[in-house]
C-alpha cells in the first residue's frame, strides 16, 4: 500500500473516532444538563477517561497522530485528519472545556 493511501486511511480512521467523541460528548452534555445520570453517561465517562490515558501515554499526541507523522512531512493541524485546520488545532482545548462543564453540571445534579 502506498503511503498517500496509508495516510487516507489513518485520516479516515481519525476522522471516524473524531466523530464517535462528539456524539459521546454531547449526549454527555445532554444528559447532565437534561440530570439523566444514566448508565450511557457514565459509559460515556469511562470513554473520556480511557483516551485521557492514552493522551497521557503518548504525551499529549493520539497515536493516530504519531502513525501518520511517518507518511507525511505536512506541518499542517490537520494533516493527521478530516477537518479545519482550526479545529484540529483547538479540539483539545475545546473538548476539555466542554467535558469540565459537563463534569460541574453532573457534580451539581448529584449533589441536588
Not at 50 to 57: A, D, P, Q, S, V
Not at 71 to 99: H, V
Request: glycine share 2%; with cysteine.
Amino acid at each position: 500500500m502506498e503511503s498517500k493511501t496509508k495516510l487516507t486511511l489513518i485520516k479516515i480512521i481519525h476522522t471516524a473516532i473524531w466523530i464517535f467523541f462528539n456524539v459521546v460528548i454531547f449526549y454527555m452534555l445532554y444528559a447532565a444538563i437534561a440530570n439523566k445520570l444514566d448508565r450511557w453517561l457514565w459509559i460515556g465517562y469511562g470513554f473520556v477517561f480511557l483516551e485521557g490515558l492514552i493522551l497521557l501515554m503518548f504525551k499529549s499526541h493520539c497515536p493516530l497522530n504519531l502513525l501518520a507523522r511517518h507518511y507525511t512531512n505536512s506541518t499542517k493541524d490537520n494533516f493527521d485528519i478530516y477537518l479545519p485546520a482550526w479545529l484540529a488545532k483547538y479540539t483539545k482545548l475545546i473538548y476539555t472545556t466542554i467535558f469540565a462543564i459537563i463534569t460541574i453540571i453532573t457534580l451539581y445534579q448529584m449533589l441536588n
